[in-house]
């Protein structure tokens, strides 16, 4: 007998406690709970109700592919599995479907995936690469924007309103702008501030921007809700209150522990995001750091205050910030913005955090100051040593694959990241170039701490450098 990889949680006993925990972090706790309730988000409160789901698993069973999480990259991947492949695989979610990120982003669907330009990617792989990059995201949107459709999320197709947040900002608009339109033939478009504030609202803090016209948003948890119904719909099982909490591997065939049974599998996909605990597989421990961000939506704008904000339109904005805040109108006329947020779960709760959004309300659309907030959570965000994404086979010896990494640019492209992770878990992957493509023929790496060489042991130092970076971001931002 082999036993390739052997790992028990260190938290004990599962705990039965379902509230939903506003201090979880994942690089503290082993898992992020079982049956937990969802974050106090504005989605969770308008999706409806949940579509029905499996259970927790209650027996020892045997699957032939499970997939560890159920937001939009593990219900994507749950999906392709079965649309194309004809494999229907089981998902593990440890709390409710799309728990994590998946209910609490800003639902802004960009032509984009991880936290790199399209410049930053022909200075890091050069023109080619960069260009067979852009294609396959950009086939990714589009593949996003024919879901949207077919999907009720409340899509909005406005395009994104990326914002300068100071005059000097323009230029770096004015060469993103000519990158995307004489390399990748998009047709993006400069805009003075009084465009904006004419045509999309009155935002008081921006010099300019760049319109692209890719861009939908949706509403989060409705879209990964229908991405659920239709693997349902084609024999995909979600098992709820289902942590996977001790993994080990016995001549090749995973034995996933969970609270109600051990499920053995033959291949895994592992779609945890920012949610993946320290202690989950070795190959991932530490290779991905989890940062969390903030989402505030408003109580609905009256007629009086969108006319003094002038707000046209539901495009959605970020602006140039290092740490960008990212907003937009929503459907029934809430503002929603969100930012970044504390550094340790412990500390989320500080209302400090809670200010810096309050104050870019203020500052962007100052009629708007002061105004009732209804809904405020936090999530964390995967983000990977170089920024992007990572769809992988972390070890070839071993029948596990993993798609995350998106840095806070994950609605859209995780997506498309399950479709390709669906091929890869099927044994599709072999004689495709695209698969040749940086995010998915390498690995998730280590830390990398000031330009130093990658090393685990800079781990447990990640937070002291994401502190640091996070005031020099501040001064070079604001001052
Ligand atoms: C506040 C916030 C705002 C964001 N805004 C945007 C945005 O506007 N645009 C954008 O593109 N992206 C945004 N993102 C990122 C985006 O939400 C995600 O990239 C996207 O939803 C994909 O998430 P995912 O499916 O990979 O992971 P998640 O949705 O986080 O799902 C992972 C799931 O794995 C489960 N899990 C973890 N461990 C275990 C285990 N041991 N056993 C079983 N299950 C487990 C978790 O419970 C969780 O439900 C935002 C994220 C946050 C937090």
């Not at 999480?69 to 999906?79: C, R």
């Not at 979600?238 to 993994?247: L, R």
């Not at 599709?428 to 060489?453: A, C, R």
């Not at 640091?468 to 971001?473: A, C, D, V």
């Amino acid at each position: 007998m082999s036993i390739t990889q052997s790992m028990q949680f260190t938290s004990g006993a599962p705990s039965t406690d379902r509230r939903y925990d506003p201090h979880y972090d994942p690089l503290v706790s082993a898992n992020p709970g079982a049956g937990r309730a969802y974050a106090p988000t504005y989605w969770v409160a308008s999706a409806g109700t949940p579509p029905a789901d499996d259970g927790p698993i209650s027996a020892d069973i045997d699957a032939d592919v499970v997939v560890i999480g159920s937001g939009s990259t593990g219900m994507s991947t749950a999906l392709y599995l079965a649309q194309e492949h004809g494999i229907q695989a089981l998902v593990l979610e440890a709390n409710q479907t799309a728990w994590g990120c998946s209910s609490r982003s800003g639902g802004q669907g960009q032509n984009a995936s991880g936290r790199l330009t399209r410049s930053q990617w022909i200075e890091r792989w050069g023109l080619d690469v960069a260009k067979k990059l852009d294609r396959e995201i950009r086939t990714g949107f589009e593949n996003f924007k024919a879901l949207t459709q077919e999907i009720d999320c409340d899509a909005t197709d406005g395009g994104h309103l990326y914002l300068a947040h100071r005059p000097e900002k323009m230029a770096y608009l004015r060469n993103e702008h000519r990158v995307r339109n004489e390399t990748f033939g998009y047709e993006t478009r400069l805009l003075s501030a009084e465009e904006v504030r004419r045509d999309y609202c009155d935002e008081r803090d921006t010099a300019g921007a760049m319109l692209e016209a890719e861009g939908v948003g949706v509403h989060p948890l409705k879209f990964t809700f229908g991405l659920m119904r239709k693997a349902r719909a084609l024999g995909v099982k979600v098992h709820t209150a289902s942590p996977v909490q001790g993994w080990t591997t016995v001549n090749g065939v995973h034995h996933l522990r969970t609270p109600g049974g051990v499920v053995r599998a033959k291949r895994v996909a592992v779609c945890t995001g920012g949610y993946t605990g320290q202690g989950l597989n070795p190959m991932l421990k530490n290779k991905l750091l989890p940062i969390l961000s903030n989402s505030v939506v408003t109580r609905p704008l009256t007629q009086a205050e969108l006319d003094a904000t002038n707000f046209k339109s539901h495009t959605f904005l970020t602006d140039t910030r290092t740490l960008r805040f990212y907003y937009r109108l929503l459907k029934d006329n809430r503002l929603q913005l969100g930012s970044r947020s504390s550094i340790t779960g412990a500390d989320a709760q500080d209302p400090v955090h809670l200010k810096l959004l309050t104050d870019a309300i203020a500052r962007k659309f100052p009629p708007l100051a002061g105004i009732q907030i209804d809904y405020s959570w936090w999530g964390w965000v995967d983000v990977s040593h170089d920024m992007m994404p990572r769809i992988a086979r972390p070890d070839p010896a071993q029948t596990v694959w993993h798609a995350m990494g998106y840095g806070g640019n994950g609605v859209s492209f995780s997506t498309w990241a399950g479709k390709r992770l669906a091929e890869r878990v099927a044994g599709k992957d072999g004689g495709n170039e695209v698969f040749q493509l940086p995010i998915y023929s390498s690995p998730l790496e280590y830390p990398n701490l000031f330009g130093m060489v990658r090393s685990e042991a800079f781990a447990p130092f990640r937070r002291f450098g994401q502190y640091f970076l996070y005031k020099w971001y501040w001064l070079r931002d604001e001052k």
